[in-house]
Protein backbone atom coordinates (compact mmCIF):
# COMPACT_ATOMS: atom_id res chain seq x y z
CA UNK A 1 0.00 0.00 0.00
CA UNK A 2 3.01 2.48 0.56
CA UNK A 3 4.60 1.84 -2.83
CA UNK A 4 0.92 2.88 -4.35
CA UNK A 5 1.01 5.73 -2.36
CA UNK A 6 3.96 7.22 -3.00
CA UNK A 7 3.22 5.92 -6.96
CA UNK A 8 -0.29 7.99 -6.55
CA UNK A 9 1.65 11.55 -5.38
CA UNK A 10 4.01 11.17 -7.86
CA UNK A 11 1.16 11.03 -10.50
CA UNK A 12 -0.43 13.94 -9.12
CA UNK A 13 2.52 16.02 -8.89
CA UNK A 14 4.07 14.78 -11.87
CA UNK A 15 0.85 14.64 -14.16
CA UNK A 16 0.09 18.36 -15.54
CA UNK A 17 3.67 18.28 -15.83
CA UNK A 18 4.42 15.70 -18.16
CA UNK A 19 1.60 16.57 -20.53
CA UNK A 20 3.13 19.67 -20.72
CA UNK A 21 6.55 18.66 -21.19
CA UNK A 22 5.24 15.65 -23.73
CA UNK A 23 3.65 18.44 -25.88
CA UNK A 24 6.89 20.26 -25.66
CA UNK A 25 9.25 17.23 -26.85
CA UNK A 26 6.34 16.63 -29.73
CA UNK A 27 7.11 19.64 -31.17
CA UNK A 28 11.26 18.59 -32.03
CA UNK A 29 12.00 18.37 -35.72
CA UNK A 30 10.99 15.33 -37.55
CA UNK A 31 12.99 13.63 -40.30
CA UNK A 32 11.45 16.07 -43.12
CA UNK A 33 12.40 18.60 -41.29
CA UNK A 34 16.29 18.04 -41.32
CA UNK A 35 15.92 16.73 -44.81
CA UNK A 36 14.53 19.88 -45.96
CA UNK A 37 16.98 22.03 -43.66
CA UNK A 38 20.02 20.16 -45.40
CA UNK A 39 18.75 20.69 -48.76
CA UNK A 40 18.23 24.71 -49.16
CA UNK A 41 21.46 26.41 -50.97
CA UNK A 42 21.87 29.08 -48.83
CA UNK A 43 21.59 30.69 -45.08
CA UNK A 44 18.27 32.57 -46.16
CA UNK A 45 16.19 29.50 -47.10
CA UNK A 46 17.85 27.99 -43.87
CA UNK A 47 16.51 30.21 -42.00
CA UNK A 48 13.11 31.12 -44.10
CA UNK A 49 12.37 26.90 -43.48
CA UNK A 50 12.69 26.91 -39.81
CA UNK A 51 10.71 29.48 -39.74
CA UNK A 52 7.88 27.40 -40.18
CA UNK A 53 8.86 24.62 -37.84
CA UNK A 54 8.55 25.39 -34.10
CA UNK A 55 11.28 27.48 -33.81
CA UNK A 56 9.81 30.31 -35.72
CA UNK A 57 8.82 32.72 -33.32
CA UNK A 58 12.73 33.01 -32.29
CA UNK A 59 13.68 32.56 -35.72
CA UNK A 60 11.62 35.58 -36.39
CA UNK A 61 13.06 37.56 -34.01
CA UNK A 62 16.52 36.78 -35.68
CA UNK A 63 15.95 37.37 -39.43
CA UNK A 64 14.25 40.72 -38.28
CA UNK A 65 17.40 41.83 -36.09
CA UNK A 66 19.41 43.95 -38.19
CA UNK A 67 22.63 42.50 -37.36
CA UNK A 68 22.00 39.13 -39.69
CA UNK A 69 25.46 37.57 -38.28
CA UNK A 70 26.36 33.93 -37.36
CA UNK A 71 27.10 34.77 -33.91
CA UNK A 72 23.49 36.22 -32.99
CA UNK A 73 21.94 33.29 -34.33
CA UNK A 74 24.24 31.08 -32.31
CA UNK A 75 22.95 32.11 -29.29
CA UNK A 76 19.41 33.93 -30.12
CA UNK A 77 17.94 30.17 -31.29
CA UNK A 78 18.77 29.22 -27.45
CA UNK A 79 15.52 31.35 -26.52
CA UNK A 80 13.64 28.54 -27.77
CA UNK A 81 15.00 26.70 -25.28
CA UNK A 82 14.99 28.84 -21.95
CA UNK A 83 11.30 29.18 -22.95
CA UNK A 84 10.83 25.66 -21.93
CA UNK A 85 13.06 26.39 -18.96
CA UNK A 86 10.87 28.87 -18.12
CA UNK A 87 7.52 26.45 -18.44
CA UNK A 88 9.07 24.02 -16.39
CA UNK A 89 10.24 26.04 -13.64
CA UNK A 90 6.98 27.42 -13.50
CA UNK A 91 5.32 24.35 -13.05
CA UNK A 92 7.26 22.76 -10.41
CA UNK A 93 6.99 23.97 -6.76
CA UNK A 94 9.26 21.45 -5.34
CA UNK A 95 12.42 23.23 -4.34
CA UNK A 96 15.01 20.55 -4.95
CA UNK A 97 13.48 19.58 -8.15
CA UNK A 98 13.58 23.53 -9.11
CA UNK A 99 17.41 23.84 -7.71
CA UNK A 100 18.11 20.95 -9.99
CA UNK A 101 16.45 22.50 -12.92
CA UNK A 102 18.11 25.82 -12.25
CA UNK A 103 21.61 24.48 -11.76
CA UNK A 104 21.04 22.54 -15.54
CA UNK A 105 19.99 26.66 -16.60
CA UNK A 106 22.99 27.62 -14.34
CA UNK A 107 25.39 26.53 -17.57
CA UNK A 108 24.56 28.84 -19.56
CA UNK A 109 24.44 31.74 -17.37
CA UNK A 110 28.16 30.21 -17.01
CA UNK A 111 29.00 30.89 -20.26
CA UNK A 112 27.67 34.55 -20.12
CA UNK A 113 29.62 34.78 -17.05
CA UNK A 114 33.30 33.75 -19.21
CA UNK A 115 32.41 36.28 -21.89
CA UNK A 116 31.66 38.93 -19.44
CA UNK A 117 35.08 38.24 -17.22
CA UNK A 118 37.03 37.96 -20.63
CA UNK A 119 35.74 41.00 -22.27
CA UNK A 120 37.12 42.74 -18.37
CA UNK A 121 40.38 41.18 -18.78
CA UNK A 122 40.97 42.40 -22.19
CA UNK A 123 38.70 46.28 -21.50
CA UNK A 124 36.12 45.27 -23.94
CA UNK A 125 32.61 46.91 -23.20
CA UNK A 126 29.70 44.98 -23.38
CA UNK A 127 28.68 46.36 -26.60
CA UNK A 128 31.52 44.63 -28.74
CA UNK A 129 30.29 40.90 -26.60
CA UNK A 130 26.58 41.12 -26.61
CA UNK A 131 26.26 38.81 -30.07
CA UNK A 132 27.99 36.39 -27.68
CA UNK A 133 25.26 36.62 -24.60
CA UNK A 134 22.52 34.33 -24.36
CA UNK A 135 19.36 36.35 -23.90
CA UNK A 136 18.62 34.61 -20.40
CA UNK A 137 16.18 37.03 -19.06
CA UNK A 138 14.88 37.05 -15.77
CA UNK A 139 15.85 33.63 -15.31
CA UNK A 140 19.14 34.37 -14.27
CA UNK A 141 19.93 36.47 -11.01
CA UNK A 142 23.42 37.55 -10.91
CA UNK A 143 24.72 41.36 -11.07
CA UNK A 144 25.23 41.60 -14.39
CA UNK A 145 25.32 45.31 -14.65
CA UNK A 146 26.98 45.96 -11.73
CA UNK A 147 29.82 43.20 -13.53
CA UNK A 148 30.41 45.30 -16.25
CA UNK A 149 30.95 48.46 -14.57
CA UNK A 150 33.95 46.70 -12.91
CA UNK A 151 37.17 47.20 -14.68
CA UNK A 152 39.57 44.55 -12.55
CA UNK A 153 39.07 40.63 -12.59
CA UNK A 154 39.54 40.43 -8.49
CA UNK A 155 36.91 43.00 -8.27
CA UNK A 156 34.61 40.92 -10.38
CA UNK A 157 35.21 38.04 -8.62
CA UNK A 158 34.65 39.54 -5.81
CA UNK A 159 30.93 40.99 -6.86
CA UNK A 160 30.15 37.02 -7.23
CA UNK A 161 31.27 36.01 -3.69
CA UNK A 162 27.53 35.63 -2.49
CA UNK A 163 26.31 33.72 -5.66
CA UNK A 164 26.61 29.78 -6.49
CA UNK A 165 30.39 30.70 -8.44
CA UNK A 166 31.52 32.68 -5.73
CA UNK A 167 33.25 29.70 -3.38
CA UNK A 168 35.23 28.10 -6.75
CA UNK A 169 36.27 31.73 -7.81
CA UNK A 170 37.89 32.60 -4.99
CA UNK A 171 39.72 29.43 -4.42
CA UNK A 172 40.66 30.02 -8.33
CA UNK A 173 41.77 33.26 -7.83
CA UNK A 174 45.39 32.78 -6.57
CA UNK A 175 45.74 30.48 -9.62
CA UNK A 176 44.76 33.31 -12.08
CA UNK A 177 47.34 35.79 -10.44
CA UNK A 178 49.94 33.68 -10.76
CA UNK A 179 49.38 32.63 -13.87
CA UNK A 180 48.46 35.80 -15.23
CA UNK A 181 45.31 33.80 -17.78
CA UNK A 182 41.72 33.33 -17.11
CA UNK A 183 41.46 29.49 -17.70
CA UNK A 184 41.68 28.89 -13.59
CA UNK A 185 38.30 31.01 -13.29
CA UNK A 186 36.55 29.58 -16.63
CA UNK A 187 37.13 26.14 -15.31
CA UNK A 188 36.21 27.12 -11.86
CA UNK A 189 32.89 28.60 -13.08
CA UNK A 190 32.06 25.01 -15.16
CA UNK A 191 32.73 23.05 -11.91
CA UNK A 192 30.88 25.18 -9.80
CA UNK A 193 27.75 24.84 -12.18
CA UNK A 194 28.43 21.14 -11.74
CA UNK A 195 28.36 20.35 -8.45
CA UNK A 196 25.72 22.55 -7.83
CA UNK A 197 23.77 20.03 -10.44
CA UNK A 198 25.25 16.66 -8.38
CA UNK A 199 24.15 18.21 -5.20
CA UNK A 200 20.55 19.12 -6.11
CA UNK A 201 20.70 15.75 -7.18
CA UNK A 202 21.49 14.31 -4.14
CA UNK A 203 18.96 16.84 -2.36
CA UNK A 204 16.05 15.21 -3.95
CA UNK A 205 13.57 13.42 -1.59
CA UNK A 206 11.91 11.07 -4.40
CA UNK A 207 14.11 7.85 -4.73
CA UNK A 208 12.49 7.70 -8.30
CA UNK A 209 13.56 11.13 -9.07
CA UNK A 210 16.54 10.63 -8.20
CA UNK A 211 16.97 7.04 -9.64
CA UNK A 212 15.68 8.65 -13.33
CA UNK A 213 17.80 11.70 -12.92
CA UNK A 214 20.73 10.64 -12.35
CA UNK A 215 20.46 7.87 -15.47
CA UNK A 216 20.10 11.09 -17.39
CA UNK A 217 22.40 13.39 -16.13
CA UNK A 218 24.68 11.08 -15.51
CA UNK A 219 25.23 9.84 -18.97
CA UNK A 220 25.63 13.17 -19.82
CA UNK A 221 28.20 13.90 -17.39
CA UNK A 222 30.60 10.78 -18.68
CA UNK A 223 30.31 11.66 -22.03
CA UNK A 224 31.26 15.19 -21.24
CA UNK A 225 34.15 14.04 -19.16
CA UNK A 226 35.10 11.72 -21.98
CA UNK A 227 35.09 14.51 -24.14
CA UNK A 228 36.53 17.47 -21.83
CA UNK A 229 39.48 15.32 -21.01
CA UNK A 230 40.96 14.60 -24.22
CA UNK A 231 40.43 17.95 -25.43
CA UNK A 232 42.53 18.82 -22.29
CA UNK A 233 45.28 16.42 -22.99
CA UNK A 234 45.29 15.83 -26.77
CA UNK A 235 44.64 19.68 -27.92
CA UNK A 236 45.18 22.02 -24.70
CA UNK A 237 48.26 19.60 -23.68
CA UNK A 238 47.40 20.07 -19.75
CA UNK A 239 49.23 17.81 -17.27
CA UNK A 240 47.25 14.35 -16.62
CA UNK A 241 46.57 16.00 -12.98
CA UNK A 242 45.30 19.24 -14.64
CA UNK A 243 42.92 17.43 -16.90
CA UNK A 244 41.46 15.22 -13.79
CA UNK A 245 41.38 18.17 -11.37
CA UNK A 246 39.22 19.43 -14.09
CA UNK A 247 36.87 16.93 -14.83
CA UNK A 248 33.02 17.17 -13.81
CA UNK A 249 31.18 15.40 -10.75
CA UNK A 250 27.88 13.68 -11.02
CA UNK A 251 29.10 10.91 -14.09
CA UNK A 252 26.94 7.26 -14.03
CA UNK A 253 29.51 5.01 -14.54
CA UNK A 254 32.98 7.16 -15.16
CA UNK A 255 34.35 6.78 -11.22
CA UNK A 256 37.95 8.95 -10.07
CA UNK A 257 39.87 5.91 -10.89
CA UNK A 258 38.54 5.50 -14.53
CA UNK A 259 38.77 9.49 -14.83
CA UNK A 260 42.17 9.16 -13.20
CA UNK A 261 43.29 7.00 -16.11
CA UNK A 262 41.64 8.59 -18.85
CA UNK A 263 43.65 11.35 -17.57
CA UNK A 264 46.57 9.46 -18.18
CA UNK A 265 46.46 8.25 -21.93
CA UNK A 266 48.63 9.10 -24.27
CA UNK A 267 46.18 9.30 -27.37
CA UNK A 268 42.45 8.60 -28.35
CA UNK A 269 43.25 4.79 -28.76
CA UNK A 270 45.08 4.07 -25.62
CA UNK A 271 42.07 6.19 -24.03
CA UNK A 272 39.60 3.96 -25.62
CA UNK A 273 41.37 0.77 -24.25
CA UNK A 274 40.28 1.43 -20.59
CA UNK A 275 37.02 2.37 -21.15
CA UNK A 276 34.24 -0.66 -21.40
CA UNK A 277 31.66 -0.68 -24.19
CA UNK A 278 29.66 1.39 -25.69
CA UNK A 279 32.03 3.92 -24.91
CA UNK A 280 34.84 1.81 -26.49
CA UNK A 281 33.56 1.20 -29.91
CA UNK A 282 32.44 4.99 -30.04
CA UNK A 283 35.78 6.29 -29.71
CA UNK A 284 37.49 3.21 -31.55
CA UNK A 285 34.83 3.95 -34.42
CA UNK A 286 36.02 7.76 -34.54
CA UNK A 287 39.52 6.69 -36.24
CA UNK A 288 40.95 9.15 -33.89
CA UNK A 289 38.87 11.84 -34.92
CA UNK A 290 38.30 14.23 -31.94
CA UNK A 291 34.93 15.86 -33.94
CA UNK A 292 33.45 12.47 -35.01
CA UNK A 293 34.10 10.95 -31.25
CA UNK A 294 32.06 13.69 -29.74
CA UNK A 295 29.57 13.02 -32.43
CA UNK A 296 29.43 9.12 -31.90
CA UNK A 297 29.27 9.81 -28.04
CA UNK A 298 26.50 12.18 -27.96
CA UNK A 299 24.12 10.03 -30.83
CA UNK A 300 24.64 7.25 -28.29
CA UNK A 301 23.79 9.78 -25.50
CA UNK A 302 20.73 10.79 -27.16
CA UNK A 303 19.64 7.13 -27.67
CA UNK A 304 20.29 7.11 -23.53
CA UNK A 305 17.98 9.94 -22.82
CA UNK A 306 15.02 9.16 -24.77
CA UNK A 307 14.88 5.73 -22.42
CA UNK A 308 13.14 8.32 -19.60
CA UNK A 309 10.18 8.67 -21.35
CA UNK A 310 9.69 4.77 -21.21
CA UNK A 311 8.10 2.95 -18.05
CA UNK A 312 6.43 5.14 -15.45
CA UNK A 313 6.15 9.45 -16.53
CA UNK A 314 5.85 10.89 -13.01
CA UNK A 315 9.17 11.73 -12.76
CA UNK A 316 11.59 14.54 -13.06
CA UNK A 317 13.79 12.36 -15.53
CA UNK A 318 11.45 13.21 -18.15
CA UNK A 319 11.97 17.13 -17.68
CA UNK A 320 15.24 16.86 -17.78
CA UNK A 321 15.54 14.51 -20.61
CA UNK A 322 13.71 16.76 -22.98
CA UNK A 323 15.63 19.75 -21.83
CA UNK A 324 18.94 17.99 -22.50
CA UNK A 325 17.72 16.32 -26.11
CA UNK A 326 16.41 19.92 -26.99
CA UNK A 327 19.60 21.66 -26.04
CA UNK A 328 21.29 18.82 -28.11
CA UNK A 329 19.07 19.21 -30.95
CA UNK A 330 19.71 23.33 -30.94
CA UNK A 331 23.34 22.00 -30.97
CA UNK A 332 22.60 20.29 -34.02
CA UNK A 333 21.05 23.72 -36.06
CA UNK A 334 23.91 25.79 -35.47
CA UNK A 335 26.09 23.00 -37.09
CA UNK A 336 23.97 22.96 -40.11
CA UNK A 337 23.37 26.40 -40.14
CA UNK A 338 27.28 27.07 -40.35
CA UNK A 339 27.55 24.44 -42.69
CA UNK A 340 25.36 26.25 -44.68
CA UNK A 341 27.08 29.05 -44.52
CA UNK A 342 30.85 27.98 -45.04
CA UNK A 343 30.35 24.31 -46.59
CA UNK A 344 26.91 24.40 -48.20
CA UNK A 345 27.30 21.20 -49.85
CA UNK A 346 28.71 18.79 -47.01
CA UNK A 347 25.25 16.31 -45.97
CA UNK A 348 23.76 16.73 -42.55
CA UNK A 349 24.84 12.93 -41.76
CA UNK A 350 28.43 14.43 -41.32
CA UNK A 351 27.43 17.09 -39.13
CA UNK A 352 24.24 15.91 -37.15
CA UNK A 353 23.71 12.83 -35.12
CA UNK A 354 22.00 9.87 -37.09
CA UNK A 355 19.65 9.27 -34.29
CA UNK A 356 18.20 13.16 -34.73
CA UNK A 357 18.16 12.46 -38.53
CA UNK A 358 15.55 9.68 -37.69
CA UNK A 359 13.24 11.83 -35.49
CA UNK A 360 10.50 10.11 -34.48
CA UNK A 361 9.77 8.65 -30.43
CA UNK A 362 11.43 5.68 -31.11
CA UNK A 363 14.06 4.47 -28.33
CA UNK A 364 17.31 2.90 -29.98
CA UNK A 365 18.64 0.62 -27.43
CA UNK A 366 21.72 2.14 -25.84
CA UNK A 367 23.83 -0.22 -23.74
Known amino acids: MRGAGKLLRSAIRYSFLNAKTRTMHSKRLRPSDWHILNEVKDREGFLQYLSTTSYGPWVGQIVAHREQNEELFETRIYSALFDDYRKILKSLTNAPSRELVLGLFSRFEAENLKVTLRAIFSGLKRIHVSHLLYPLGR ?145 QGSQSNLFQMRRNLEGWLIRRIRRAFLGSPFHLGVQVAHLLEKEMEIKSIISLYQAKVQSPQKPAEEIVPGILLKGGDQVVQAS
Not at 175 to 191: C, H, K, V, W
Request: proline share 6%; net charge neutral; with cysteine.
Open 139 to 283: MSRLPWEGLWRQKDIKDAVRLLANTRFGPMLNHALPQFEAQGRLFPLEMAIDISCFRRISDAIEALSDRLDRTRVKEVVGSYIDVLNICHIARLRFIYGLSPEEALNYSYPGGKELNLKTLHALARAEDLPSLAKILEEPFKGLI
